[in-house]
């Protein structure tokens, strides 16, 4: 079991920065991959980002393609999603979550992410 615990988020305009971290304890959280995933106001949790476990594979929602950077160190048990050039349409609770050991690769559904994180609010202004 993994416990995590999301920070980072804030208010910023567009076209700027954040970088969000996801701590993590528990002694699966190095062999398990991770995952981003949002929830704008009204809508349903999305898809964002996974990293494996070693961090050597990644893949992202292509809204997000070439704009956010998914990232883990695992001496630090902790993963990242560096994001840049920020939209309004980006502004969502971000969590982070566990890939259950079942799932494929490439994935995408929050049903194959299990130990969800808090979240962490983004918004940013137009």
């Known amino acids: 079991q993994v416990q995590l615990v999301e920070s980072g988020g804030g208010l910023v305009e567009a076209g700027g920065s954040l970088r969000l971290s996801c701590a993590a304890s528990?002694?699966?959280?190095?062999?398990?991959?991770m995952g981003w995933f949002r929830q704008a106001p009204g809508k349903e949790r999305d898809f964002v980002a996974a990293?494996?476990?070693?961090?050597?594979?990644?893949y992202y929602a292509d809204s997000v393609k070439g704009r956010f950077t998914i990232s883990r160190d695992n001496a630090k048990n902790t993963v990242y999603l560096q994001m840049n050039s920020l939209k309004p349409e980006d502004t969502a609770v971000y969590y982070c979550?566990?890939?259950?050991?079942?799932?494929?690769?490439?994935?995408?559904?929050?049903?194959?992410?299990?130990?969800w994180g808090q979240g962490t609010q983004v918004t940013v202004s137009s």
């Open positions: 979550a566990a890939m259950l050991a079942s799932s494929s690769w490439y994935t995408r559904k929050e049903a194959d992410f299990g130990s």
């Open positions: 528990g002694r699966t959280f190095r062999s398990s991959a």
């Open positions: 990293i494996s476990w070693s961090g050597g594979s990644t």
